[in-house]
């Protein structure tokens, strides 16, 4: 069979793991509870696995597929109409470009390292089958919201993965905690969601359509560059993005969502779902980069996150709640970069983002599992002699994240902060790039701080360890540990598909996804095309190339790559000096600046104002209708009942005294005069006849007259 | 236009189906109280009457026909010559499904009674099978004689299942019930007469056939009359903010399957009056009654999510929800186009499977616990984990997610609703600005989309305090999970909201020819543009679609894209039509539109039906002199700002 057959089987990717959801779903329950607890992680990781191999071969057999007039690979396979209604057409369409095949790499890849990762955390929690069919569940959402071919299929996954991690955030619905951090996800996801369907409305509206590859092909023709119509359809869709991925104002949900079960932590909150807002804006980027309004607020909304996220990660006890806002941290760098329309970054950052994170989740919740549960790093330290396998990965991940080369985190943040550090705004000038790379690159300081301040709270340092715990403390099993190593291979080698070319490398996932993603960098295919979609392109195409020629810019941005190594060697060099040097320094500083780390650690108190503002505003104003429907509304309809019986009331009293008071007096005065008629009854015919006619010829009488 | 008529016989039924589906319930009810007496007997018997409707119903759906507007089975004969009085049922595509769903709901109500109800068994289903009986011949009946009987027919079975086997405020609520309703229908009378005397004048024939009314040319100061009798009548059934407060009380006090008809189908009455009556037989009115009755809706929407929230009453709460849905039903219908009345249409469907599944889902646990109050719950999901999944697909599904039924409809509602507010209530608005009445609009989608989001929180706050949460109450524990006959209750309406959402072309393909027919009565300039949309569609799919990107997107410089240009959507889709531009004028070859699409074309062009006169010179500014009807329909596109 020719490699290239495979595609005809795309739709498999995500049946797999719909399949492996159906069956655990069914009959878990059932069957699967209590001892064998083996067979739904068999059916579990085997789903995910299937769905791995036909994604590779999937991505492999895309090279025979010829180029289109864009220059881009890809393959479109509908399987069948979907909705139809007129001219509202939405086929269940899959689409595979080189995009969507590193999404599907990631997803299934990271996914399948932690569905096995999961059978070892998740034995003998007894709702194992539950917590497999609902991973499944999610990878197949997810799957469908890359692999999608038009905006409808990304929203069924949209809405899908958010449906799965409402269901994992309150895996535990016992706790009431869990509960509520599932729901307030879902609708914190749901006011996204809105703009999302408002987006798309109005892109079917203009394009009267909704596949990626009308919509796009058609924007430059039918949109005006920097409109007022792409403007409002671009931040319509981000809206939904910045729901999703965890954004300000929007981002509240993931930090509580960590009370789920940490491979979804590890799965959906860091490594795939909550990315889900930059593929959506990358996928895009053709309507993006025609709206330089919205470039700027992606940007802003990016770098803000990046920085706010990550001043809150300085004071959090909970580790799982630091990589929390890591998370939202590293999203907002992802969103800068698309903001710097520099969409390649972004992805490749998603990439190297989801190993080193998915594995940073992971090894904390190593440690969780051998801490019996305990999550407060203030209970921990030292554990480097008990847990060496985890503290050794962790380490990894933690290099790389802080931003140190050759690990992968570097490649792609530093490509990230370069980008930002040359753009061009074409509304904002040149300086808008650099105001933002400032504000990543004080956020780079600081995520290099925090984490070093996790890595010695809890692996170095004294140990804080109760006896208890320190009795029940162990080593992961080897279920947990190898899907620790191979991301941890991940984090180190994942950076080096883009090394940069003033690195000697060859930027192969740059030049993978640029006929994606940058088409300028293709070269003038829109220029002739349309002007306003020419210039667009020709902006574009100007913002990334640097003031000087290319050797000046090499320089530059090797400059720029000392600086960013400087930084993290300063935040790492804090955090050591803090936490290991002199431990009371942090104390010390609590005690100088109580406000401020009070603010740090209620995080701002943003969730009190939105409790207070939002939920509390809404729920009163919804107590003010149910009064006014009761009162006001129903009351209205019930005056209108009272009046009826009031006025019945009236008119039985009316009826007795003056109606009936009529009537009785008609029945007196019939009695007394038929004692007088009853003489004319005399039982003779002709009298009868008599008074007939004459009763005949008054009525006629009376009738004549008055006709 | 008048539509073609297919009887019984022309569709190779020996029998004439439509009155055996109508009558098989009151015939049952009646062999139950001459003939039988033990409890169990009655409750076998009449879940087999009901399952026996069901099936026979089934075979409406073979034989179908899709492709062209047209009244099927039908069954036409005098009635009360005098009066013109006619026996007339048919089906046709925007009733089919609504006689499926009343059928289908008929089972499982009748079913999920079974031990639900202990005393005065035999009266009970008697009602229930009349019921059944009522709600079918509303359907059925296209004539506005047979259809005022069946409609005063169904309030009385309800009004006695509500008073008799009701909750503690019974009396109260049934007699609410009853009277409200029936002051709405007092008012659709006088209107019925209204047209009838109207069609007498003009035609010199007595007949109450609504065909026939169709083509009439009512002046708009009568129109806005009787649209507006017939608005209270069907707002009320709906119901519309501010006529609702009827329905909690109805609901709360009702049995479980009473509230499931109730909501599933009763309800559906007063959409369905707008799509079969209002709209076709006064589209001026309606143009002219556009701007309130979508703030109506979107405020019902609203409204009825925030009221909903705060409900400490399960039932309640799932009543207002009710109100919020069917605001959504009413917005699409009143958005007048394709998506938004077909939507409108699916979205009853879609509130009857999942509003009736969440009465029958909050009746079992009343059944166990005889408390619907929230607080008295918390954590079942770890008593009942069945009953837990099944609420949760609910729920789901009452909430919109992709992929289950909710979603199709209120998104085509909300792009129907979208696409059609760009332009619609400027124009009829009139005495606004025009770009306010514009703002105004947008502010309606946005608000309507709301929502959804107000949607999700009030339900999933419901599951959350019903089914998570430790198991504290003590009078929970021992709650006992579904049995099978509790099962095969929901997983039918499970399976539909499914398939409904993941595969809905064999509902919509029922609608598709039927609906498009009634957009060109009311609003033919967006029947038009949707016309020419789905030909340019069609002559634009790129043939190779598959492998390789299909080159045929790429389109050539100077041609507009597939859709129209972009920045003259904004004022909407009037613009797809040049001023003073002629629609009939369509361009000739057509490679495969469906037939009935085709047919409505032609006729349209040769504007030969009666009703399809009355629909040009609506348009045609030359007209405006004729009545001062017209000045509705057209926004002027260059923004003179004109009307009134």
Redesign the interface.
């Known amino acids: 069979m020719a490699l290239r057959q495979v595609?005809d089987y795309i739709w498999l990717i995500p049946v797999f793991p719909l399949l492996g959801f159906v069956t655990i779903g069914l009959l878990g329950?059932k069957f699967f509870k209590g001892k064998t607890e083996l067979v739904p992680s068999i059916i579990g990781c085997a789903s995910v696995f299937l769905s791995f191999v036909t994604s590779v071969l999937c991505v492999l057999a895309l090279r025979h597929?010829?180029p289109?007039?864009?220059g881009?690979r890809?393959?479109?396979?509908?399987v069948?109409?979907?909705?139809?209604?007129?001219?509202?057409?939405v086929p269940f369409k899959f689409q595979l470009d080189p995009l969507s095949s590193v999404m599907i790499l990631v997803v299934t890849g990271v996914g399948f390292l932690i569905h096995v990762y999961s059978h070892g955390y998740m034995h003998k929690d007894g709702g194992q089958y539950r917590f497999f069919a609902y991973m499944n569940l999610f990878t197949c959402a997810m799957l469908i919201l890359v692999l999608g071919g038009n905006f409808?299929m990304m929203?069924?996954g949209?809405?899908?993965v958010g449906?799965c991690s409402?269901l994992l955030i309150?895996f535990w619905?016992?706790k009431?905690s869990a509960?509520?951090a599932?729901?307030k996800a879902?609708?914190t996801n749901?006011?996204g969601?809105?703009g999302f369907?408002?987006g798309m409305?109005?892109i079917?509206?203009?394009?009267?359509?909704l596949d990626y590859?009308?919509v796009f092909?058609?924007a430059p023709?039918?949109?005006?560059y920097n409109?007022a119509?792409v403007t409002a359809i671009t931040m319509l869709l981000f809206v939904g993005a910045t729901g999703k991925s965890a954004q300000l104002p929007l981002y509240v949900w993931l930090p509580d969502a960590m009370e789920g079960p940490t491979p979804t932590s590890a799965l959906i909150h860091a490594a795939t779902m909550v990315t889900s807002g930059v593929y959506m804006v990358s996928r895009c980027n053709a309507l993006f980069s025609m709206a330089p309004k919205t470039l700027i607020l992606v940007g802003a909304i990016g770098a803000a996150t990046a920085f706010f996220s990550a001043t809150i990660g300085l004071a959090q006890y909970d580790i799982k709640k630091v990589l929390a806002y890591s998370t939202v941290s590293q999203l907002g760098y992802m969103f800068l970069a698309c903001g710097v329309a520099s969409y390649t970054a972004g992805i490749f950052h998603l990439m190297t983002h989801a190993f080193f994170k998915a594995l940073l989740f992971l090894g904390a919740g190593s440690v969780i599992h051998g801490m019996s549960g305990d999550q407060d790093m203030r209970n921990m330290g030292a554990l480097k002699k008990h847990m060496p396998h985890t503290c050794w990965t962790f380490m990894i991940a933690y290099i790389a994240i802080a931003g140190i080369p050759p690990f992968a985190g570097f490649f792609s943040k530093d490509e990230i902060l370069w980008k930002a550090f040359t753009y061009n705004s074409p509304v904002l000038g040149p300086m808008w790039g650099k105001f933002l790379w400032a504000v990543g690159a004080a956020a780079a300081l600081m995520t290099a701080f925090y984490m070093t301040r996790l890595i010695c709270l809890t692996f170095f340092g004294e140990s804080r360890v109760s006896h208890e715990a320190e009795h029940h403390l162990h080593e992961s099993p080897g279920a947990m540990i190898y899907p620790l190593m191979a991301l941890a291979v991940l984090s180190v080698v994942g950076g080096w598909v883009g090394i940069p070319e003033a690195l000697g490398g060859a930027n192969h996932f740059h030049h993978f996804l640029a006929p994606v993603l940058d088409k300028a960098a293709l070269g003038a295919h829109g220029t002739h095309?349309?002007a306003s979609a020419g210039l667009a392109y020709a902006q574009e195409m100007t913002a990334h190339v640097g003031g000087g020629g290319e050797a000046h810019s090499r320089s530059l941005e090797l400059l720029m790559m000392f600086v960013s190594i400087a930084i993290a060697g300063a935040g790492i060099g804090v955090g050591y000096f803090m936490y290991i040097k002199n431990p009371n320094i942090p104390l010390l500083l609590q005690f100088k600046l109580p406000g401020l780390h009070k603010a740090l650690l209620n995080k701002w108190y943003v969730d009190e104002i939105y409790n207070f503002a939002i939920v509390g505003g809404?729920?009163q104003?919804?107590?003010i209708?149910?009064w006014f429907?009761a009162n006001i509304?129903?009351g209205t309809?019930n005056g209108v009942?009272w009046l009826g019986r009031t006025l019945s009331s009236a008119s039985i009293l009316f009826d007795g005294g003056v109606v009936d008071g009529a009537v009785n007096l008609v029945g007196k005065i019939v009695e007394a005069s038929s004692n007088v008629l009853r003489r004319i009854q005399t039982g003779y015919v002709q009298n009868y006849a008599l008074v007939m006619a004459i009763g005949v010829f008054v009525f006629l009488s009376i009738y004549i007259l008055f006709r | 236009m008048t539509p073609e008529i297919l009887t019984y016989a022309d569709m190779g039924l020996k029998w004439p189906i439509l009155s055996l589906l109508t009558y098989i319930p009151v015939i049952g009810a009646i062999i139950i109280m001459l003939f039988l007496r033990r409890d169990n007997t009655i409750r076998w018997f009449a879940n087999i009457v009901v399952l026996v409707d069901f099936v026979l119903s089934l075979r409406l759906i073979p034989g179908f026909i899709i492709d062209r507007h047209a009244l099927q089975f039908v069954e036409k004969a005098p009635w009360i010559e005098s009066l013109g009085a006619q026996y007339f049922l048919g089906v046709d595509g925007i009733s089919i499904l609504l006689v499926l769903l009343t059928t289908f709901l008929g089972v499982l109500a009748v079913l999920s009674s079974w031990t639900a109800i202990q005393d005065r068994v035999k009266e009970y289903y008697i009602f229930m099978l009349l019921l059944q009986t009522g709600m079918l011949g509303v359907f059925f009946s296209l004539d506005f004689f047979l259809f005022y009987v069946f409609w005063e027919i169904m309030l009385v079975p309800m009004y006695f299942l509500i008073g008799v086997w009701g909750g503690p405020r019974k009396l109260y609520a049934a007699i609410k019930f009853f009277l409200y309703t029936l002051a709405g229908s007092v008012l659709m009378l006088l209107a019925i007469l209204g047209l009838y005397f109207l069609h007498y004048r003009q035609t010199g024939e007595l007949s109450f056939e609504v065909m026939k009314y169709y083509g009439m040319d009512i002046p708009m100061h009568i129109q806005r009359w009787l649209f507006l009798a017939f608005f209270v009548g069907f707002a009320i059934k709906v119901p519309m903010f501010p006529f609702h407060t009827w329905l909690p009380d109805a609901h709360v006090e009702a049995p479980t399957a009473g509230s499931v008809i109730l909501a599933g189908v009763l309800l559906k009455m007063g959409t369905y009056g707008f799509v079969r009556f209002s709209l076709p037989l006064f589209p001026q009115a309606t143009m002219w009654f556009l701007p309130y009755g979508i703030t109506l809706a979107v405020i019902g929407i609203v409204y009825g999510a925030l009221t909903a929230m705060m409900q400490p009453d399960m039932k309640k709460l799932v009543a207002y929800s009710s109100v919020s849905h069917l605001g959504f039903v009413m917005l699409g219908l009143f958005a007048l186009n394709q998506q938004g009345v077909e939507g409108g249409i699916l979205q009853m469907i879609n509130h009857g499977l999942s509003t009736g599944g969440l009465f029958l889902v909050v009746g079992l646990i009343y059944e166990r616990r005889h408390t619907r109050m929230i607080k008295d719950f918390g954590g079942l999901s770890h008593q009942m984990p069945l009953y837990a999944i099944m609420f949760m697909i609910i729920t789901l599904s009452s909430i919109g997610l992709p992929s289950l039924n909710g979603f199709i409809g209120e998104f085509t509602i909300l792009l129907g609703g979208f696409k059609a507010l760009w332009m619609k209530p400027v124009v009829a608005l009139g005495f606004l600005p025009k770009e306010w009445a514009t703002n105004m609009s947008t502010l309606m989608v946005l608000l309507a989309t709301s929502g959804i989001v107000l949607g999700a929180a009030y339900m999933l706050w419901m599951y959350q305090r019903v089914m998570f949460g430790k198991l504290e109450n003590p009078k929970n524990m021992e709650l006992k999970d579904l049995n099978l006959r509790e099962v095969m209750t929901l997983i039918p309406i499970i399976i539909l909201c499914f398939w409904i959402g993941i595969y809905p072309k064999p509902f919509l393909r029922f609608m598709d020819a039927a609906v498009m027919n009634t957009v060109l009565m009311t609003n033919p300039q967006a029947a038009l543009a949707e016309m020419k949309q789905m030909r340019e569609m069609q002559m634009n799919a790129a043939p190779g679609q598959g492998m390789e990107a299909p080159s045929g997107m790429q389109l050539p410089p100077g041609h507009p894209p597939i859709s129209m240009p972009g920045q003259h959507m904004m004022p909407g889709q009037q613009s797809a039509m040049p001023p003073g531009h002629p629609p009939i004028s369509m361009p000739g070859q057509t490679p495969a539109m469906p037939a009935g699409h085709e047919a409505m074309m032609e006729q349209f062009r040769a504007g030969e039906s009666h009703g399809m006169r009355r629909g040009l010179t609506f348009m045609e500014p030359a007209a405006a002199g004729h009545g001062e009807a017209p000045e509705a329909a057209h926004a002027d596109p260059h923004g003179h700002s004109g009307d009134k």
Do not use: P
């Not at chain 1, 890809?74 to 509908?78: A, D, G, H, L, N």
């Not at chain 1, 069948?80 to 057409?89: C, K, L, S, V």
């Open positions: 595609l329950r597929i010829e289109n007039a864009e881009v890809v393959f479109t396979r509908e069948f109409m979907w909705i139809e209604m007129g001219a509202f057409r409808l929203f069924i949209w809405e899908g449906l409402y309150g619905f016992g009431d509960a509520n599932g729901k879902f609708v749901r006011v969601d809105f369907a408002l409305m109005l079917f509206t203009n394009f009267g359509s590859q009308t092909a058609a023709h039918t949109l005006a409109g119509i095309e349309a809404t729920k104003f919804a107590n209708l149910c429907d509304i129903d309809v009942a």
